[in-house]
């Protein structure tokens, strides 16, 4: 009497919103599983690239660089102070 019967339209607009609402949120949801997993796979780490010890070892068998700097750079990446490198 006061515009509140809608009658079978009422329960298929019902529907319809929920149907609706978990299409947004199944969206929602997708959409974050699609970031997290773009972010991860666009890091080097995870894409498997050489170390940087092979990097060294690659620049010094092509000659770009010589023992002692080899040696550098080798305590460089251990973290070891320059006086602690064993005497030959």
Same mark, same amino acid.
């Given at each position: /009497?006061?515009?509140?019967?809608?009658? $079978?339209?009422?329960? $298929? /607009? /019902? !529907?319809?919103?929920?149907?609706?609402?978990? !299409?947004? !949120?199944?969206? !929602?949801?997708?959409?974050? /599983?699609?970031?997290?997993?773009?972010?991860h796979t $666009?890091?080097?780490? $995870?894409?498997?690239?050489?170390?940087?010890?092979a990097i060294l070892d690659a620049r010094y068998a092509r000659g770009e660089i010589d023992e002692s700097e080899l040696m550098r750079a080798r305590q460089a990446l251990a973290m070891q102070p320059p006086d602690a490198r064993p005497k030959s």
């Amino acid at each position: /009497m006061w515009g509140t019967d809608y009658g $079978a339209g009422g329960w $298929a /607009m /019902m !529907i319809g919103s929920l149907v609706v609402g978990v !299409i947004v !949120i199944a969206a !929602i949801v997708v959409g974050v /599983m699609w970031l997290v997993r773009t972010q991860h796979t $666009a890091t080097p780490v $995870a894409q498997g690239g050489p170390s940087a010890q092979a990097i060294l070892d690659a620049r010094y068998a092509r000659g770009e660089i010589d023992e002692s700097e080899l040696m550098r750079a080798r305590q460089a990446l251990a973290m070891q102070p320059p006086d602690a490198r064993p005497k030959s």
